[in-house]
Structures are given as C-alpha cells and as structure tokens.
C-alpha cells in the first residue's frame, strides 16, 4: 500500500534552532516528491519538488533533500514566522499520476 | 507565475441549499485539476481529479452525485455541492497541476471554507 509519513507530528522550537522534518514514504513508483508550507485557514503554498535520491533544494532558511525512502526539510535558524504546517506529498508514477499526501508537520517557533 | 484563486472564500448556508465553489488557474492553462477537503488539523483528502472536456474522477467514498464537478474550460473548475448538510461543513481546496519537467506540480487555490447550518 502507498504510504506517506510525516514525524513528528508537531515541533516546537526556539527562534534560531535549527532542525529537521522528516517525510517517509513506501510506494509503488516515485516520480516527484513536493513540500508545501500551509498556514491556518488557507491553501498549501509550493516550496520544492525534488525527483531523485541524492537532489537537494534550499530557499531561503529551507533546505529538502531526498533519498529513496524519505525526504527530510531542514529549518536553519528559523524565525517565528517559520511557524506553519509543512506537508509532504508524493506523485506516484503510475497510472494518473496520484498524488499522496502526508499528515503534516506543525512548526511552531517562538521567539 | 502559477496563481489559483478560489471563490468564495467563505461560505455560509442553510441546509439542503447547493452551493459552488469555483477555481481558476489565473496565468495559465490547467489541463487537470483536483479538489480536496481538509478538517480542522488533518491533511488534505482528494475528492477528485477533474480534466477539461471529461467526467471527472472521484476517490472511493465520495459521493459523485453529491459533488459535482464541472471543469468546463483549462482555467476553470467548479465543485457544486447539492443539498448540503451539517456533516459537509469544512475547508474545500482546489489545485491545478502544471506540468514542470519531469513532475506535474500542483499549486493551490487559497480554500473555501462552507458552514452548513
């Protein structure tokens, strides 16, 4: 069965300690994973996608790197307005590109 | 680049009136678009996956006649749904895929939130 994991379910840090989200995954075929930022009450917002074991992304204090069984998004000293909930989602590459998503990480970062 | 706006952005009714949500993809053409419901602290649940010109399709568990789903142009997709009930109460999210190199990466509309009364 496709499954997407995401640890720890929430995570509360203080502003400038850094730290790491975890999304495991167990599926039939990758074609893409994603990380997408969401603040209460509205849409995910797109912050990657990385396609193969070994890639890695950063933008701004966000770094996602992939392997072939998880993907792992790293917060260098964040801010309190890092404080989100950040899901991971895989499209599998079979038949009608399905895309799964994770649970969430919440972040919270106080300042 | 890669804009979805959705409207309404909230949405209050009585029970059993039909309401309809639409999505549009503002700067550019969205050959499959998807919807998805979110309860409060939970992940997103796909509803279904609709493309322009064709029915849509619907996950297991969802109720195609209770959510209709027209996707009648590449920038636009409305969710209709019918006679609304208490339980229907929650975060609708659209998305439209565009298709970057090798992944289709799905951007999304800010939500709709519907309270059924």
């Known amino acids: 069965e496709d499954q997407v994991t995401q640890s720890p379910e929430a995570l509360r840090l203080q502003e400038g300690e850094s730290s790491s989200l975890n999304c495991s995954y167990t599926?039939?075929?990758?074609?893409?994973l994603f990380w997408y930022r969401q603040d209460p009450g509205k849409g995910p917002e797109f912050l990657f996608t990385?396609?193969?074991a070994g890639e890695e992304k950063e933008k701004e204090r966000l770094k996602a790197t992939l392997t072939k069984k998880e993907s792992f998004l790293h917060i260098t000293a964040p801010k309190p307005e890092d404080s989100a909930t950040y899901l991971c989602?895989?499209?599998?590459?079979?038949?009608?590109?399905?895309?799964?998503f994770g649970a969430g990480t919440r972040l919270f970062v106080k300042a | 680049g890669a804009v979805v706006s959705q409207h309404p952005s909230r949405v209050i009714c009585k029970s059993g009136t039909s309401v309809k949500i639409e999505c549009r993809s503002l700067?550019?053409?969205?050959?499959?678009m998807f919807w998805y419901r979110q309860f409060p602290k939970q992940s997103l649940m796909l509803m279904a996956t609709?493309?322009?010109?064709?029915?849509?399709?619907?996950e297991q568990g969802v109720e195609k006649d209770k959510f209709l789903i027209n996707h009648a142009s590449l920038t636009l997709s409305t969710l209709t749904v019918t006679s609304a009930h208490p339980e229907d109460s929650s975060f609708y999210i659209c998305?439209?895929?565009?298709?970057?190199?090798?992944?289709?990466?799905?951007?999304f509309g800010p939500g709709t939130r519907l309270t059924v009364l």
């Open positions: 998305s439209a895929s565009l298709p970057s190199g090798l992944q289709d990466t799905q951007y």
């Open positions: 990385l396609y193969s």
């Open positions: 989602a895989v499209q599998l590459n079979t038949g009608g590109f399905k895309t799964i």
């Open positions: 599926v039939s075929g990758l074609r893409g």
């Open positions: 700067d550019f053409q969205a050959t499959t």
């Open positions: 609709s493309n322009e010109g064709s029915k849509a399709t619907y």
